[in-house]
């Protein structure tokens, strides 16, 4: 065949490139009714095919049209920098689209609850008989996504990572089809707990990765652990379509008796100020860069620092509204903040939010709680440290209370102002956004309390400022861009193998061997196994939700059994594991004690038995409450039981029964405890902050070597908890074991003996 060649001329060469120079910069395709454009070398789009949003094409490239107004504004163009964007729209803002903005939902599970805390109808039936696909937008989410403009959303239980991402989608194109098309910025609590009973496997696929909770990361003293753990939890939360993070808790452990010690990082402020830098980078930079579509707002709580609550009295109820200082320490509980989440080694630079805790910061500026005290949000945060990102409260400070044990409103010291006035005065405090809140009307009334107090221009720039800094956080992860996503990718990232065995591979280095008399341990042989069953006491929660009794085995026995054989008595065993957990001393408050004319409180105790607070304070380093009529809230001479002293006769039980034959306990700890009343009954003593069974397992076999220290003081008796100061770090008289070791802060065992390190020498 005669090949055929073409000649042109230089102006068909003009005309030809001239006809490439004007064609569009973008591609789109419509995908289960989502239109995706991508732009060349630019940033690409997704909206609802129903939602009204069109696309505007300006030099070749596309912009979508949020406020369908036909032209395109700054907040819709995308290579406009962030801050610019968020200033035009929030100009454009009505005061009920910037008060929606400020609030941030209460609890949502997917799908809501028929009934309880949370629960919620959809078309007016409860879930379970309205036919409601699990998805799908309960009428409480439409209400306040439109009613009141909010688009902030916490999210708790789902169904599954597929129903979260459809739920997103379909909460997304719900928002954008609203005037201004702000998308919804979607939050969570930590969810990455490990669930003990299952088990891992090279192909281990979940719900999502599991890894030990903050404190066992904690105690591997292994920052650069923390930030895989923050990369690989972004890219999970962004695949739900999570975009804050609801966290890290960053509060300094000096109290050792504090309900939420187990959320923390521990009680030293050089670890917790690294862990803390690392876990904000880990989040919020994407692919290891600047701000992105694997990024997370990760909002770091609780300013100035939750951590030094007296007595160990938690600030969820008035019974513990107080943080002292009798060390006079505020420093140590800052540091986490200013010099670890403030300083970050990425292009990020700081956490994009904080939260303060709802105590009152004894001392410090103000009583009132922290989400009010101007001291502490302006004065300090604000102007000494310079921190311009969004201040939020914490859930629920705003509503009222009827007693200090309710679990109700935190308005502490402001209970007796109305509710309107509370957000004003936060406002005036600093605070960006009210957590918990779904309704703006209070809002609303606390700009026109604003107003008559200083006039409209005023507070309409003071509510701007909030909108813009909200906003940025929701540009910065391209939300406006695109925030929906690939159904079926979501079911192949969360929870994937790789990301499980990452977070298997830190459940194993967070695992602390505190004894090993006579090297017990490891059991590398298929020994004969005896576990006892523990005894679970009746039990009610924070919400209400009660438990009864039972006896369960403490471990999954089919996971064992890959490693052990099973055995049901003692004589037949080579060897017992006993499995417990920490004391639970309870919360320091007790309703029947004041109903015999006590004043209600009473003592956090952190052994297994009976404790009688004989060297307690005679008077409380802080107290008073208009729901009280007292202020001293000693509780000198007190007695108190722990809930679960049978987890102590269980060790010493199973030990008479095995003689001579090792005893290895695990004990899961939620806090410091005292070792006294059991360590002398085991041969090995194991802790851990959360892991699975299959952990221990690995451990106790030798498959591998403990390596974690603890990353907080064991104390010796319940003297020494007495005299240490709730906010000073490390000031306990360790207790020390029959084998001569000391359990004190950077102290754990591997199979060569007590460890020391370089880990040791740089935090020790």
């Known amino acids: 065949m005669k090949k055929i060649t073409f000649k042109f001329s230089a102006t068909t060469f003009i005309i030809l490139s001239m006809m490439a120079s004007c ?108 036919g409601a696909a699990s998805s799908d937008l309960s009428d409480g989410q439409k209400k306040f996504l439109t009613d009141d403009h909010l688009r902030h959303v916490l999210i708790t239980s789902v169904e599954s990572p597929v129903v979260a991402a459809q739920w997103n989608n379909n909460a997304q194109a719900f928002a954008e089809s609203l005037y201004l098309g702000i998308p919804v910025n979607t939050s969570s609590d930590p969810r990455h707990g490990s669930d003990s009973y299952a088990e891992f496997n090279a192909g281990a696929g979940g719900a999502i990765s599991m890894w030990p909770g903050t404190l066992g990361i904690a105690a591997s003293f292994d920052p650069e652990l923390m930030k895989q753990f923050g990369e690989i939890g972004s890219v999970e939360y962004r695949a739900l379509g999570i975009t804050t993070a609801l966290s890290p808790q960053i509060d300094l452990a000096t109290e050792p008796r504090w309900s939420r010690f187990d959320g923390t990082m521990g009680e030293d402020p050089d ?98 709680g922290n989400g009010f005290n101007k001291y502490l949000l302006t004065d300090v945060l604000r102007g000494e440290y310079g921190y311009d990102g969004v201040i939020c409260t914490d859930w629920g400070i705003t509503n009222d209370v009827k007693a200090v044990d309710k679990f109700e409103g935190k308005s502490w010291g402001v209970e007796t102002m109305t509710i309107a006035e509370r957000h004003y005065k936060a406002i005036a405090a600093g605070v960006d956004q009210f957590g918990g809140n779904n309704d703006m009307g209070p809002v609303i009334e606390a700009y026109n309390m604003g107003v008559a107090e200083h006039g409209a221009e005023a507070m309409r720039t003071r509510f701007e400022a909030s909108a813009v800094r909200l906003l940025t956080n929701i540009f910065r992860v391209g939300l406006f861009e695109n925030p929906y996503l690939d159904v079926t990718e979501t079911s192949k990232i969360v929870g994937n193998s790789e990301f499980m065995k990452a977070g298997f591979n830190a459940q194993l280095k967070s695992i602390v061997m505190l004894k090993n008399q006579k090297n017990t341990l490891p059991i590398k042989d298929k020994k004969k196994v005896y576990i006892p069953q523990r005894y679970v006491a009746p039990s009610t929660n924070w919400w209400g939700m009660t438990s009864e009794e039972k006896m369960v085995d403490p471990y999954n026995l089919e996971v064992v059994a890959k490693y052990f054989d099973v055995v049901s008595t003692p004589e037949e065993a080579d060897f017992a594991l006993v499995g417990i957990y920490s004391p639970d001393g309870g919360v320091g408050y007790n309703r029947n004690d004041l109903e015999k004319g006590g004043n209600g409180y009473v003592p956090i105790n952190l052994q297994y038995g009976d404790y009688t607070a004989t060297t307690a304070r005679e008077v409380s380093l802080a107290g008073g409450s208009p729901l009280e009529d007292f202020t001293n809230r000693s509780y000198k001479g007190k007695s108190v039981k ?110 060569n003996g007590v460890i020391a390190d370089e880990r040791v020498k740089a935090y020790k």
Do not use: C
């Open 23 to 130: 064609s569009e910069k973008y591609t789109s395709e419509v995908k289960e009714g989502i239109t995706i454009v991508t732009n060349e070398d630019g940033a690409t789009l997704g909206y609802s095919t129903e939602s009204g949003v069109a696309i505007i094409a300006q030099d070749r490239y596309a912009f979508k049209d949020l406020n369908k107004n036909g032209s395109l504004d700054s907040y819709e163009d995308w290579r406009l920098p962030v801050t610019e964007r968020a200033k035009d729209l929030a100009s454009k803002m009505s005061l009920e689209d910037i008060a929606g903005l400020m609030l941030y939902s209460s609890h949502q599970s997917i799908p809501s609850g028929s009934r309880g805390y949370g629960s919620s109808v959809y078309n007016g039936k409860p879930f379970d008989e309205s």
């Open 271 to 368: 670890l917790t100020t690294d862990l803390a830098r690392a876990y904000v980078d880990g989040f919020q930079s994407s692919d290891g860069g600047d701000w992105g579509t694997q990024s997370v707002n990760a909002m770091i709580k609780h300013w100035p620092g939750g951590g030094p609550e007296e007595g160990g009295r938690d600030g969820h109820f008035g019974y513990g509204a107080y943080a002292v200082y009798p060390g006079k320490n505020i420093k140590d509980h800052l540091q986490p903040f200013t010099e670890g989440a403030f300083k970050l080694n990425g292009p990020t630079k700081m956490a994009s939010a904080v939260m303060p805790y709802y105590t009152i910061s004894d001392g410090e500026g103000e009583a009132v």
């Open 642 to 751: 722990t809930i679960n002293t049978t987890d102590m006769q269980l060790v010493n039980e199973t030990k008479k029964k095995m003689g001579n034959k090792p005893v290895i306990v695990s004990v899961k700890v939620s806090k410091p405890m005292v070792f006294s009343e059991i360590e002398k009954s085991a041969s090995s003593i194991l802790i851990h902050m959360g892991v699975q069974d299959q952990a221990l397992m690995e451990i106790i076999t030798g498959a591998a070597e403990p390596s974690a220290l603890l990353p907080f003081q064991m104390p010796a008796d319940m003297l020494t908890v007495e005299a240490q100061f709730e906010d000073v770090p490390r000031d306990m008289q360790p207790y020390i074991d029959s084998e001569g070791n000391s359990y004190d802060f950077a102290y754990g065992l591997n199979w």
